[in-house]
């Protein structure tokens, strides 16, 4: 194995186990690592650091241990083993709940596989690599999975959009083990379908569930409408909140075939619920004060720093356009899934909003990813769902 060495006093982040170390940390490189390679990790002096993935860009190593240890398929599997465990614990596995069979099993540094993520929809798992050296384990982890999850015997590869472009490899998405399947997944007892061969992440996004559960317990009696919908999950909770109405949008008119489906799934040809294809600015010029619960959950407008600006800027605009629109009394779910937006800058772009909108704006909940979804503590940017709920008078 290939070891890299670190600069003096560099090995600070890795001694309070951060899982990432940059490039300007290394000061060499003994031999000629290929991105994907395992490498281990030394400090100045030749003392044993950690090992992990080796990488070309700014994250030049993802550490997997801080033990000098095999990585081999025991360890694989103990780490799967120990992720499936807390999903045990968390009451969301298929031996311990009836009512929701999709869930987050690898949340990356959460679980301690950095540039790994992998989302269960009942028989069907879907794995996605963010790194070359999770890419180059693929088979092993599918083989391991269908082992250590008990329902699953499909597993769908997902990492043709996700894998770092400098990568000199050729990816190509599907399925590992088994073969294709409509799977219904089931969330809180509803039902939905999840498009992991096209649409975005891994089919649906888990870690709002939580979320929508909470727009359910203010729905009653409400006219909602929900932005950025894609697949509907929380018009489908609106509507099981007792809802009067429950208009959805996207840009993307898959997302809004998929939303009706998922509506139709639930409520058959319920006359409460209409879905629009549009741009979202553009719809919310011309609502007229016509809701009073919105939901405001768009794509990340920041996936790097570089655009942090732009994005924060997106924020107070939209959020601006809801606070403007929304009824007297009326309630704003609004969110961000930036990473490289903080809970402060998130918090600082609606209140510029609503200083803006001149209404008076009150926070009743802080939210944030649900516990499938960990936050390694030693690894603080992992926390990148950042939501608040907010009352308007």
């Known amino acids: 194995m290939i070891t890299i060495q670190l600069k003096p006093r560099k090995e600070e982040n ?64 103990e780490r799967l083993v120990q992720a499936y465990k807390l999903r045990q614990a968390l009451r969301l596995t298929k031996d311990t709940n009836t009512q929701t069979n999709a869930f987050r099993l690898i949340h990356g540094e959460g679980d301690n596989l ?44 997902k990492s043709e959009s996700t894998l770092p472009f400098k990568a000199p490899i050729e990816v190509e998405d599907g399925y590992l083990i088994g073969h294709e399947t ?38 009653k009696g409400r006219d909602v409408l929900n932005m950025f919908c894609y697949t509907g999950g929380f018009s489908f909770y609106a509507m099981r909140g007792g809802a009067n109405l429950v208009h959805s949008v ?55 720093r570089d655009v942090l600006r732009n994005a924060l800027q997106g924020y107070r605009k939209i959020n601006a356009k809801a606070f403007e629109q929304i009824k007297p009394g009326g309630i704003l779910f609004t969110f961000s899934c930036s990473q490289a937006v903080s809970k402060e ?4 772009a609606v209140f510029s909003a609503a200083a803006q909108s001149k209404r008076s704006v009150r926070i009743l909940h802080q939210m944030t990813q649900p516990a499938d979804h960990p936050i390694n503590i030693y690894h603080p940017e992992g926390e990148y769902l950042k939501g608040l709920v907010l009352y308007v008078e």
């Open 182 to 219: 409509e799977t219904i997944a089931m969330e809180n007892g509803l039902k939905f379908y999840a498009d992991w061969l096209k649409g975005q992440k891994t089919g649906f996004f888990i870690d709002q569930r939580d979320n929508r559960e909470l727009l359910e317990s203010y729905a």
């Open 14 to 77: 890795v001694l309070r186990f951060h899982p990432w170390i940059f490039s300007g940390a290394i000061a060499r490189i003994k031999g000629k690592p290929e991105e994907g390679d395992l490498v281990r990790v030394v400090d100045c002096e030749g003392n044993f650091l950690a090992i992990g993935h080796y990488q070309i860009g700014s994250i030049m190593i993802r550490i997997l241990t801080f033990q000098d240890e095999p990585i081999d398929r025991d360890f694989w599997k």
């Open 250 to 304: 996207d840009s993307s008119a898959k997302a809004i075939d998929l939303t009706n489906r998922n509506i139709k799934l639930n409520f058959g040809d319920d006359a409460r619920h209409e879905a629009f294809t549009a741009d979202a600015f553009k719809f919310l010029d011309n609502i007229d004060g016509k809701y009073d619960l919105i939901v405001l959950d768009p794509p990340a407008f920041a996936k790097h």
């Open 114 to 157: 950095p540039g790994l993520v992998i989302d269960i929809y009942d028989s069907t798992a879907v794995l996605q690599a963010h790194s070359v050296g999770m890419h180059m384990v693929r088979q092993v982890l599918a083989e391991l999975l269908v082992e250590v999850v008990e329902g699953v015997e499909n597993v769908y590869y």
């Open 345 to 348: 800058q998130f918090r600082l």
